[in-house]
T-cell receptor
């Protein structure tokens, strides 16, 4: 299984709503990532989890709250978003161990297309 | 610092034409290089990779060679097909080997949109 599964695929939410994006992988990867991608732009790193601990937060607003409940799951909790937060949200995973880390890049999910109205 | 500079697009080619998309990088630490492809409405798929100098990554007719002396990782394909139309991202990963609480970071180029016409 070399897949990263993201749910939902599409999400429309109001500015006062609370919602969560979910990501799951069963490749044993111990690094997991959230990226935000606007149309015709490259993915922008938001958060990195290493061994289920938050290791990188790229100055993301607090209305985005990540959570890594175990080594296979990654969530992104959304609250009080703005219309400019509408984007494709991509989850990715990669191995961390030195003996594995040079053997593959990051595996990406299909993304959640988020629209804030 | 760490960064990727990628050829600006969009690129339009006729079917069976030769493709080159340039990519250069700057890196500290332990770099590995990747090409990702993104089809409309989808996530990123790893196309090929190289993890040390002079490595050649190849997949589906695409090739790229990690040139440390020119800090480049140009993507090439000898004969493109309509189905190759997509956005291509060059990416750099710099691994930090010290400390369990340090994650890998991937740096992406701006992407190059390729359209292949019959």
């Amino acid at each position: 299984d070399t897949e990263v599964t993201q749910t939902p695929k599409h999400l429309v939410m109001g500015m006062t709503n609370k919602k969560s994006l979910k990501c799951e992988q069963h490749m044993g990867h111990r690094a997991m990532y959230w990226y935000k991608q606007k149309a015709k732009k490259p993915p922008e790193l938001m958060f990195v989890y290493s061994y289920e601990k938050l290791s990188i937060n790229e100055s993301v607003p607090s209305r985005f709250s990540p959570e890594c409940p175990n080594s296979s799951l990654l969530n992104l909790h959304l609250h009080a978003l703005q219309p400019e937060d509408s984007a494709l949200y991509l989850c990715a995973s990669s191995p961390l161990l030195p003996r594995d880390s040079r053997l593959s890049g990051a595996f990406f999910g299909q993304g959640t297309r988020l629209t804030v109205v | 610092g760490n960064s990727v500079t990628q050829m600006e697009g969009p690129v339009t080619l006729s079917e069976e034409a030769f493709l080159t998309i340039n990519c250069t990088y700057t890196a500290t630490g332990y770099p590995s290089l990747f090409w990702y492809v993104q089809y409309p409405g989808e996530g990123l798929q790893l196309l090929l990779k190289a993890t040390k100098a002079d490595d050649k990554g190849s997949n589906k007719g695409f090739e790229a060679t990690y040139r440390k002396e020119t800090t480049s990782f140009h993507l090439e394909k000898g004969s493109v097909q309509v189905s190759d139309s997509a956005v291509y991202f060059c990416a750099l990963r710099v691994s930090f080997m010290e400390g369990l609480d340090t994650g890998n970071q991937f740096y992406f180029g701006t992407g190059t949109s390729l359209t292949v016409i019959p």
